[in-house]
């Protein structure tokens, strides 16, 4: 490689649009900001809250478009952004997630002779020294980097001396970009963190710091190959499932070499039609890959949008060698028989990783769902932080009961058909719910909840049929058997530990009892109280009152004065009676 190496160098990123791009992120977090406290917190005591409340979602509508213009323009980050935030179902109202949703890496590619200058400086080779056939249009272009199609000159190890390769190449400068970019929005999330409400509603430092751990590990392409690998060795007795093998000779932080497994889209249904594949088989297949990435490795691939997944026909022979299972379904309208395939996964920038503490919270909800139990899914969520501090758990223990009497095992598309008086209805009973939303979603599980919703859409559009139900049953009840083993071999560890535990209680009661006794008797004993959480809740929302009524006196008062003194020709007491007011009424405000 030293003998073809090159010395050329990308020059430096423009500062001044650095610079230009920051003031345009953070004149747009102001901007929306200062709407906020306008509508919010000053109109909302001028005209009052039900005409503000009247048009809250139509602000908050177009507030997501004025985002979604500003972040297709400056790409980066703010797309990433959009993405993250339209999965947030638990902090952001629907309709606004529907509108986000639609924000799409629909950034131009960069022109070809930066991206050929781009791999000559990381692999220290010109483009033709390394690929043949090296295309010059991306396959695609996303926000941090576009895909090229190309053909490897040699491969090492391998016995074929032109193998079909897929390039990702980061766009330039977008270390600096992106550090731009997670800069302004901290000092956004600075902004506000300001307003108690949205303290008390959303950890923002928990929420940014994810967010930047996961674009900073898109960043590093080295990182990217180490995680296909990873999802690859943990479906490697599944012929069913495979990942893109990388070429570590051709890829560094920036430049990602990897085998091309393109075929049919998932979402490409004609495709799948033509070719013989079961559409309602790869939604099965789709379905029991994530039970294993979720329940069993605690690795999961976070993105599983459509571009990221294709089916691979196999012909009757390769399926018997590769031992693919010949699929069960129905023959196809011509009577042939279903088409055996295999299911592959690409794209891992986008992973994640569940703790063994979860992954076990995480099956008691499962089973919780698959036997309706609401009482253990309400105990299993609060473990696992859903629930704001103070919230009513008997409340939501309720709720969750009767939305397992009216729609549990219905498909995706039976819920649509759900009449709306009986959502009415069932809004109209838990308003208390509905209004104080005391849910959230736990940082540790927030890219998996994001992956679950994007896989819900694509089986139902694969089979709208699709129960989701029903598919789950057979992988609860291997759990519940596995925990049943366990539990019987934990029960007897627990009796024996347990007969240990009455035997020394036996052996101090008596030093006990007399030690209570002495204590009574010398009236030496204390009882201590401790407040329940509403109660406290409570107390603060009362001291919260009586203060703002105190400042409101006090704004009352320096107004009259103010006005009084401005009356007798005292400017300069009476403006400063005035501003001494209106720095009252703020405080008040802010409270």
């Keep these: 490689m030293s003998d073809s190496q090159t010395h050329t160098t990308l020059s430096a990123p423009n500062s001044r649009l650095l610079r230009q791009r920051a003031r345009r992120a953070l004149w747009f977090g102001f901007k929306m900001i200062a709407g906020f406290v306008w509508w919010e917190l000053i109109l909302v005591r001028l005209i009052g809250r039900e005409r503000v409340e009247r048009t809250r979602m139509m602000r908050f509508v177009k507030l997501a478009r004025s985002f979604r213009a500003l972040a297709v323009d400056l790409g980066g980050v703010w797309i990433k952004l959009g993405q993250f935030l339209s999965s947030r179902v638990d902090i952001i109202p ?13 950034v131009p590619p960069e022109p070809y002779d930066t991206i050929a200058q781009i791999i000559e400086v990381e692999l220290g080779r010109p483009v033709d020294a390394v690929f043949d056939d090296f295309e010059r249009e991306p396959v695609a272009a996303a926000s941090f980097g576009q895909a090229h199609r190309a053909r490897l000159h040699t491969v090492p190890s391998s016995t074929n001396p032109s193998e079909r390769v897929i390039v990702k190449v980061q766009r330039p400068f977008l270390d600096e970009i992106v550090k731009v970019d997670l800069r302004s929005l901290k000092t956004i999330a600075r902004w506000l963190k300001l307003y108690e409400p949205v303290r008390r509603r959303a950890n923002l430092d928990a929420l940014i710091r994810e967010f930047a751990d996961g674009v900073l590990e898109e960043l590093d392409y080295e990182q990217e190959a180490r995680n296909a690998e990873l999802f690859a060795r943990n479906f490697a007795a599944d012929p069913q499932v495979r990942a893109p093998k990388p070429y570590h000779a051709f890829t560094t932080r920036r430049v990602l070499t990897l085998e091309n497994v393109e075929d049919i889209k998932i979402t490409d249904f004609e495709g ?3 070719a013989g594949v079961s559409r309602k088989a790869v939604a099965r297949k789709l379905f029991n890959t994530y039970l294993q990435q979720i329940f069993i490795d605690g690795f999961f691939h976070a993105d599983p949008h459509p571009g990221n997944l294709f089916v691979q026909p196999l012909d009757l022979e390769t399926a018997r060698r590769l031992n693919v299972p010949i699929d069960d379904a129905p023959p196809s309208a011509d009577g042939r028989p279903p088409t055996p395939f295999c299911l592959t996964y690409v794209d891992f920038g986008m992973v994640g990783r569940v ?8 099956k008691e909800v499962i089973i919780a769902v698959s036997l309706k139990d609401a009482r253990r899914l309400t105990a299993a969520a609060k473990r696992m932080g859903f629930f704001l501090p103070g919230a009513d758990t008997t409340r939501i223990e309720q709720a969750i009961a009767l939305l397992f009497d009216r729609f549990w095992g219905m498909t995706a598309t039976d819920l649509k058909d759900v009449e709306f008086d009986e959502m009415y209805s069932f809004a109209l009973e838990f308003r208390d719910l509905l209004s104080s939303l005391p849910f959230q979603i736990p940082q540790n599980i927030l890219y998996l ?5 994007i896989l819900s859409g694509m089986s139902t559009a694969l089979d709208p049929t699709f129960n989701a139900w029903k598919e789950i049953q057979p992988f609860v009840e291997s759990v519940i058997n596995k925990q049943e083993q366990r539990l019987s071999f934990e029960a007897a560890q627990e009796t024996l530990n347990e007969a240990l535990r009455l035997l020394r209680l036996t052996v101090q009661l008596p030093v006990q009892a007399d030690a209570f006794l002495s204590r009574a008797l010398g009236g030496q004993l204390e009882i201590r109280a401790q407040l329940s959480e509403s109660s406290t809740n409570d107390l603060r929302q009362i001291q919260n009152g009586l203060s703002r009524l105190t400042w409101a006196l006090v704004f009352t008062a320096l107004l009259i004065c103010a006005t009084l003194l401005l009356i007798n020709d005292l400017d300069v007491v009476g403006a400063a009676c005035l501003a001494a007011a209106l720095l009252t009424l703020l405080r008040m405000v802010f409270k």
Excluded: C, F, H, Y
């Excluded at 909840?449 to 919703?453: D, E, K």
């Design 94 to 106: 629907q309709p606004i997630i529907a509108e986000l949703s639609g924000l799409q890496d629909a």
């Design 272 to 274: 799948l039609e033509s």
């Design 449 to 453: 909840g994001r992956a679950v919703n």
């Design 355 to 362: 703790s063994p503490e979860v992954m076990q919270e995480l």
